[in-house]
Structure formats: structure tokens, C-alpha cells
């Protein structure tokens, strides 16, 4: 029994025939078997077979030879102007390109962005340069000595290596909330307070927003002008006619070009948007500081390729839980990339931190035991940050290992070295390390600190107030030097530290008996392991 209006039959029964221009498949009812229900698995994929065959027959110029194509540089590739067009799909969300429809993106993993985008294929033809463009030997160009002009900010100057550079495109990345738009907000103000002329255009909040952050944080001048605007064409009209002497947008991922399709903060947009104010950057000198947002995961986001455009690539870190905030240049065109700039959030603002070192360290008037102080490198600047333990006796089967601001792995490895080398018994005993004030230890000089101060909590017994450790430590106890060394012995003779324990001391074990023989309270009696 077959289904009405569906021919099936098997392959052996079908004979195709040439009619004119065109290609059908004759068969018969009388040659179906009773079973033809069977063959309907492979129906389909016949049927597309002579669809392709007759499709084939029916082209104009089917079996001719093909055409030659023109060996010239930048030449058609077919006669007559006709440009092959090739059918690609590409995701609306992050530029990812297959020949093949998908309902997925294979790169950012969206459902439904993916488009088809039909594009001639083209080649560029060389340009005639112009005399003023040619190149020429690097021994005949003219140095040009850029100059860093200060923000007034000194904490962003040292990251920035002295200032802003005239035709800089500097990018300003951070979590929401950390503080970017106040900071560039604080430049604005003290730049507008020097005379200079600044556009600052908000694409995120209105005018009367940004007025009411202003007059909080005292930033108000003659010579600040705002525009709420997320058409870039209308922004660069903004420049026109302002003719700023600085330029900050907030933020390139809210910003769209007419010229290009896709939504706000999509690959080809963020990508259109930051080109052309670099271009209008690097062709008035005048520079440009761009809000980039940031992914789940830390990234900024959108294109990798907005990184490379820019000059200076600034990280905002800080925690919403404390008020301290980082500043750090991962990318700098113009100045080193290892310098960091301290900031404090407050009521009225965005304050500068110079001297960090009394953030980090308690002030408790006499020696806790389970504390110890290292000397962190945070960029060029030394800054001493005091390490915490506390030992608690433990009866459950698995110890808790507790740690906040420092590696839990290289928590565990320190006991296990304590335990193994110095023989002090650790495995049954809950373990907490913290630091102070919120900061994050990741370098290896910590490492002595943290042992230190974990071998004061087990056994009860303070260092001296006046002590700080330096160091990483092996697996086989040994303590090998750190770089910085001579910056962090400076750091540390500057704020009073008496005693500093380092790779001098060659093994934990010595230097775990140095740091107890320090305490003002130990005379006789040091630990033994």
C-alpha cells in the first residue's frame, strides 16, 4: 500500500531521460513491488540527486572549458566587472563566520545570531602614494619627543608613565561599580581647571546625571561640556564643534554607527566605533579616553582586536566590599606597564592613596602571636601588608583550610612543609589564613610571611612588632631570594622594621628559629621542631 501523490520505486526501475533542455525521470506504477513502502529511505536523498543532475543539465554553458582569469595585480576576476559572490553566514554577536547555516554559534554559543551575509569577493588594487607618503629610510625620520602632559592626578600619572600623551587612545576597563566614570570624571575637572577645553560624552547616563555626580565629587568648570549621545556620527560632530582638547567617552561597548549593522556592543560595531575616534585621535592630536565594560570573567568586552587599537590599556581593580582601589597599565605605548596607582573611594569622591602602607597592617598596640608582616611589590612600589593566622584543634576527620586574600594552594603546600621539615605538627588542627585590609598576596615573597605567621599561631607565641619576612620557599624548605629585593629592604628600614628575615636565612627551619629568638619576650626559650 503506498501513500497517495509519492511515487517510490526502486533504483534499478528509474531510467532517466533527455528531453530538450530539461532532465525528468520516467517509471511506471505497474514495476512498484507491493513492499515499495521500504524504499522510503532512500527517497529523499534520490530525489536531491536528480534535482543536482538536472540543475546541471539546464545551466547555460554546461561542459564548456572555463574562462582564463587575468594575471595582473588587482585584476577582475571575471570579464566584464562581474565580482564572484560568495554566501557566508556570520554571527550578528561576535563576528564568527561558516559557509553553512547553524542556529548556534560556534564561538560565543548564541542561538539564533547567525546570518547570512552575501559579499563579493574582491581584489585591492595598488594605489599610486603620493610624495609626502613614501616610505623612506628609519635614519631620515625626524623624531618627534612626545610629551606626557600631567593630569594632576598623581596616582594615574605614575601609571600612565608621567601623563597623557597628545593623540594617545587610552582604554579604562573595570567591573561595574569600581569607579571608572568618577575617575575620568576627576580628569575632566582638574583638566577643565587648567584651561584646557574637555568633551565628555556619557552614553550610559543623562546630562543631569552626570551634573549631580559632578557637583558631589566638587567637579564643576566652565570648560567641561557634556553631551548624553550614542550615535557616533553625532559624536564626532560634538567634536567639531566643541573642539575639545580631550576627549572621553563612557562607553565604546554603548555606542553605534550608523554605518554598521548590529546592536550596540556588538563585535563589528565596538570595532567601527574605537577606529574611528583613534583615527580622529591620531589625526588632531588629541587624545582619547575610552570606558570599556567587562565580561563575567574579567575581559573587557568585545573584539580582542579593540586592545591592540589603543595605546594604553588601564585595569580598574578593587573590591565593593572595601573602599581601596588599584589602578594597573597592562598595555603602554608610552610608559612602563609594572607601575600601580592607589585609590580610595569616598563620599566625596575618588581620593589618592600615596603612602599605602598604614591600609595593610594593624595597629594593635602590643604583638599578636599568628601574625607576620611581608613586604609585597605591587608594580615598582613596595608595600608592606601583614599576614594573619589562626590554629584551632580540630576532631573532625578532615581539617578545615580556611584563606582570604591568599592561594589555598599555596596555603596547603606551606603546611606540608611546616609539618614535614620544621616537624611541626599540623594535619589535626583547623587552619585560617587572612590578610589584612582586603589585599590579595599572589607573588611567592609571601610565603615566609605566611609561614611564619602560621608557626606563631600553632605555638602560640608572638614576633617581635618589628619584623617582616621576604622569601619563597621549596619544597625542601629551602628559601630562595625574590626579585625587589632591594626596593622591599628600603620599604622596610623606612617604616621601622628592625629585623627583616629573607633567603639569608638559607632554611625554614632557621629562619622560623631567628623569628622567635627576635621576640623582645624570647630569651631562652625558642621552639624547637
Known amino acids: 500500500m503506498r501513500a497517495a501523490g509519492v511515487a517510490v520505486a526502486p533504483l534499478h526501475h528509474v531510467t532517466e531521460a533527455r528531453r530538450g533542455p530539461r532532465s525528468f525521470v520516467e517509471f511506471t506504477w505497474d514495476q512498484f513491488h507491493p513492499s515499495a513502502i521500504g524504499y522510503r529511505v532512500w527517497e529523499s536523498a534520490f530525489a536531491g540527486a536528480v534535482s543536482r543532475r538536472a540543475k546541471r543539465l539546464r545551466a547555460p554553458g554546461y561542459g564548456d572549458p572555463p574562462r582564463p582569469r587575468s594575471a595582473s595585480v588587482g585584476g577582475r576576476a571575471y570579464p566584464g566587472g562581474m565580482a564572484r559572490t560568495s554566501t557566508t553566514f556570520r554571527c550578528r554577536e561576535c563576528g564568527w563566520s561558516t559557509p553553512k547555516w547553524a542556529g548556534r554559534c560556534g564561538e560565543c554559543q548564541q542561538w539564533g545570531t547567525v546570518e547570512e551575509q552575501d559579499a563579493p569577493s574582491r581584489r585591492t588594487a595598488p594605489a599610486r602614494v603620493s610624495e609626502a607618503r613614501v616610505a623612506r629610510p628609519i635614519t631620515e625620520i625626524t623624531a618627534r619627543d612626545e610629551s606626557h602632559a600631567?593630569?594632576?592626578?598623581?596616582?594615574?600619572?605614575?601609571?600612565?608613565?608621567?601623563?597623557?600623551?597628545?593623540?594617545?587612545?587610552?582604554?579604562?576597563?573595570?567591573?561595574?561599580?569600581?569607579?571608572?566614570?568618577?575617575?575620568?570624571?576627576?580628569?575632566?575637572?582638574?583638566?577643565?581647571?587648567?584651561?584646557?577645553?574637555?568633551?565628555?560624552?556619557?552614553?550610559?547616563?543623562?546630562?543631569?546625571?552626570?551634573?549631580?555626580?559632578?557637583?558631589?565629587?566638587?567637579?564643576?568648570?566652565?570648560?567641561?561640556?557634556?553631551?548624553?549621545?550614542?550615535?557616533?556620527?553625532?559624536?564626532?560632530?560634538?567634536?567639531?564643534?566643541?573642539?575639545?582638547?580631550?576627549?572621553?567617552?563612557?562607553?565604546?561597548?554603548?555606542?553605534?554607527?550608523?554605518?554598521?549593522?548590529?546592536?550596540?556592543?556588538?563585535?563589528?560595531?565596538?570595532?567601527?566605533?574605537?577606529?574611528?575616534?583613534?583615527?580622529?585621535?591620531?589625526?588632531?592630536?588629541?587624545?582619547?579616553?575610552?570606558?570599556?565594560?567587562?565580561?563575567?570573567?574579567?575581559?573587557?568586552?568585545?573584539?580582542?582586536?579593540?586592545?591592540?587599537?589603543?595605546?594604553?590599556?588601564?585595569?580598574?581593580?578593587?573590591?565593593?566590599?572595601?573602599?581601596?582601589?588599584?589602578?594597573?597599565?597592562?598595555?603602554?605605548?608610552?610608559?612602563?606597564?609594572?607601575?600601580?596607582?592607589?585609590?580610595?573611594?569616598?563620599?566625596?569622591?575618588?581620593?589618592?592613596?600615596?603612602?599605602?602602607?598604614?591600609?595593610?597592617?594593624?595597629?594593635?598596640?602590643?604583638?599578636?602571636?599568628?601574625?607576620?608582616?611581608?613586604?609585597?611589590?605591587?608594580?615598582?612600589?613596595?608595600?608592606?601588608?601583614?599576614?594573619?593566622?589562626?590554629?584551632?584543634?580540630?576532631?573532625?576527620?578532615?581539617?578545615?583550610?580556611?584563606?582570604?586574600?591568599?592561594?589555598?594552594?599555596?596555603?596547603?603546600?606551606?603546611?606540608?612543609?611546616?609539618?614535614?621539615?620544621?616537624?611541626?605538627?599540623?594535619?589535626?588542627?583547623?587552619?585560617?589564613?587572612?590578610?589584612?585590609?582586603?589585599?590579595?598576596?599572589?607573588?611567592?615573597?609571601?610565603?615566609?610571611?605566611?609561614?611564619?605567621?602560621?608557626?606563631?599561631a600553632r605555638r602560640e607565641k608572638a614576633l617581635d612588632g618589628h619584623l617582616a619576612a621576604v622569601g619563597e620557599i621549596s619544597l625542601a624548605g629551602e628559601i630562595r631570594a625574590v626579585t625587589g629585593a632591594p626596593q622591599r629592604l628600603a620599604e622596610a628600614r623606612r617604616l621601622g622594621y628592625r629585623t627583616l628575615i629573607d633567603a639569608s636565612a638559607l632554611h625554614m627551619r632557621e629562619a622560623v628559629r631567628l623569628a622567635f629568638a627576635s621576640a623582645r619576650d624570647e630569651k631562652v626559650d625558642i621552639p624547637e621542631f
Open 150 to 456: 600631567p593630569t594632576g592626578i598623581h596616582e594615574f600619572d605614575r601609571v600612565l608613565g608621567g601623563g597623557i600623551v597628545p593623540g594617545a587612545a587610552i582604554l579604562l576597563s573595570g567591573e561595574p561599580g569600581v569607579g571608572k566614570s568618577t575617575l575620568l570624571l576627576e580628569v575632566a575637572s582638574r583638566a577643565a581647571r587648567r584651561g584646557q577645553r574637555v568633551l565628555y560624552v556619557s552614553a550610559e547616563e543623562s546630562t543631569a546625571q552626570v551634573r549631580l555626580r559632578a557637583g558631589r565629587t566638587n567637579a564643576l568648570s566652565d570648560e567641561l561640556y557634556l553631551a548624553a549621545e550614542t550615535d557616533l556620527s553625532v559624536i564626532l560632530g560634538q567634536i567639531d564643534e566643541v573642539r575639545p582638547s580631550l576627549v572621553i567617552l563612557d562607553s565604546v561597548q554603548t555606542v553605534a554607527s550608523p554605518l554598521v549593522d548590529g546592536l550596540a556592543g556588538g563585535v563589528s560595531q565596538v570595532r567601527e566605533v574605537a577606529a574611528t575616534l583613534i583615527r580622529v585621535a591620531k589625526e588632531r592630536d588629541l587624545p582619547v579616553l575610552l570606558v570599556g565594560h567587562v565580561t563575567k570573567d574579567g575581559t573587557i568586552a568585545g573584539p580582542r582586536l579593540l586592545e591592540h587599537l589603543v595605546d594604553v590599556v588601564c585595569q580598574f581593580e578593587g573590591d565593593r566590599q572595601t573602599s581601596l582601589r588599584f589602578v594597573r597599565a597592562h598595555k603602554n605605548r608610552f610608559g612602563p606597564t609594572d607601575e600601580v596607582g592607589c585609590f580610595e573611594m569616598t563620599g566625596d569622591g575618588i581620593a589618592e592613596v600615596a603612602d599605602p602602607s598604614a591600609l595593610f597592617r594593624s595597629h594593635a598596640p602590643t604583638p599578636v602571636s599568628g601574625t607576620c608582616v611581608a613586604i609585597a611589590m605591587e608594580g615598582r612600589r613596595a608595600i608592606p601588608v601583614e599576614v594573619q593566622a589562626l590554629v584551632v584543634s580540630s576532631s573532625a576527620p578532615q581539617p578545615r583550610r580556611v584563606v582570604n586574600g591568599v592561594d589555598s594552594s599555596r596555603v596547603a603546600m606551606l603546611l606540608a612543609v611546616l609539618e614535614r621539615r620544621c616537624g611541626l605538627p599540623l594535619s589535626s588542627f583547623d587552619v585560617y589564613v587572612s590578610t589584612v585590609g582586603g589585599i590579595s598576596l599572589t607573588e611567592p615573597a609571601a610565603d615566609l610571611a605566611i609561614a611564619l605567621a602560621i608557626a606563631s
